[in-house]
């Protein structure tokens, strides 16, 4: 078979036109390309749809917590609506501190937030502000009671106890997290409610502030575990206090951390683990006693 190389060299040797097409890409208008959106527009843009500023890049914007689902249930007439959260439950030392606050719709401080995204500064100004403008009550639950009851029910203790305390007693109470509580008026547990919904914001910021006030005092009292640094959290710091130093009175037994700080330095306390093997063979030598007793008597 021959082939004709003269019609492949004639199309090499074609020159392209000038006036050709290319393609147009996939977001353009009339063949047009898009023009390129200046940081500012962007920055106004998330600003718009969240509420916060983008200026710093790679930060992502995350929408503030909103009066929303308060003023919902005020438009069904159904006042007062007060949120509630705590703080401490993960701590190895110091007691859980529950807060409830009832915010005034005409009188609602600026800039409220979950307490993890603001800094400590900004809590205190925003703890003084809620409590000059809201109904306020705080409830604890101890070191002795987290050990009696464990850590969550001691924490859904405290927060009912916050709830009760109101001046006022609410119509509908939101809670942060899985659980309701055991209250007489409705309740509504609400997942990440501490950046949801504002009036739990408001709570996490006076539970928060009034742990840390807590953790701060009790560092006068047992000097050396740095909880007025770290507030009693598992942070190398505090491990290593544990270990050199031994368990407080207001550390947590049953936590891992000061169960095995018990151990080292008070291993009269801990109780021994209890020998199965050797139960089972005293009750088997209890039924032989019986049966030779039983067998004598016929």
């Known amino acids: 078979m021959i082939r004709d190389k003269s019609a492949k060299k004639l199309a090499k040797d074609t020159p392209k036109k000038d006036g050709a097409k290319k393609a147009a890409p996939a977001n353009?208008?009339?063949?047009?390309?898009?023009?390129?959106?200046s940081s500012e527009t962007k920055a106004s843009e998330?600003?718009?749809?969240?509420?916060?500023?983008?200026?710093?890049?790679?930060?992502?914007?995350?929408?503030?917590?909103?009066?929303?689902?308060?003023r919902a249930l005020i438009k069904r007439g159904v006042w007062p609506v007060a949120g509630c959260d705590e703080a401490g439950r993960g701590p190895l030392a110091g007691p859980v501190v529950a807060a409830a606050v009832i915010l005034d719709p005409d009188r609602i401080p600026r800039g409220?937030?979950?307490?993890?995204?603001?800094?400590?500064?900004e809590r205190e100004k925003l703890f003084d502000k809620i409590c000059a403008t809201a109904q306020v009550s705080v409830?604890?639950?101890?070191?002795?009671?987290?050990?009696?009851?464990?850590?969550?029910?001691?924490?859904?203790?405290?927060?009912?106890?916050?709830?009760?305390?109101?001046?006022?007693?609410?119509?509908?109470?939101?809670?942060d997290g899985r659980d309701r509580l055991d209250t007489e008026c409705d309740c509504e547990a609400v997942i990440g409610g501490d950046g949801i919904v504002l009036s739990i914001a408001a709570a996490s910021i006076v539970a928060k502030v009034t742990r840390d006030r807590l953790m701060c005092a009790l560092a006068q009292d047992c000097p050396g575990y740095g909880f007025e640094q770290h507030k009693g959290y598992a942070v190398p710091e505090h491990l290593d206090a544990l270990d050199r130093l031994g368990p407080?009175?207001?550390?947590?037994?049953?936590?891992?951390?000061?169960?095995?700080?018990?151990?080292?330095?008070?291993?009269w306390t801990v109780e021994p683990?209890?020998?199965?093997?050797s139960v089972a063979e005293v009750e088997v030598q209890v039924e032989a006693q019986i049966e030779i007793d039983a067998s004598a008597n016929l």
């Open 248 to 267: 407080s009175i207001h550390h947590r037994s049953f936590f891992a951390p000061v169960a095995a700080a018990r151990a080292k330095h008070m291993p």
């Open 28 to 37: 353009t208008l009339e063949g047009k390309p898009p023009q390129a959106k």
């Open 139 to 175: 409830a604890v639950a101890s070191p002795a009671r987290i050990d009696r009851d464990n850590i969550l029910r001691a924490s859904l203790w405290a927060l009912k106890r916050a709830v009760v305390a109101l001046p006022e007693a609410p119509r509908h109470v939101f809670v």
């Open 273 to 277: 683990a209890q020998d199965l093997f």
């Open 112 to 121: 409220i937030d979950d307490s993890k995204r603001l800094t400590a500064e």
């Open 46 to 70: 998330v600003q718009a749809l969240t509420g916060k500023s983008a200026g710093r890049k790679g930060i992502i914007a995350v929408a503030p917590p909103s009066f929303r689902r308060e």
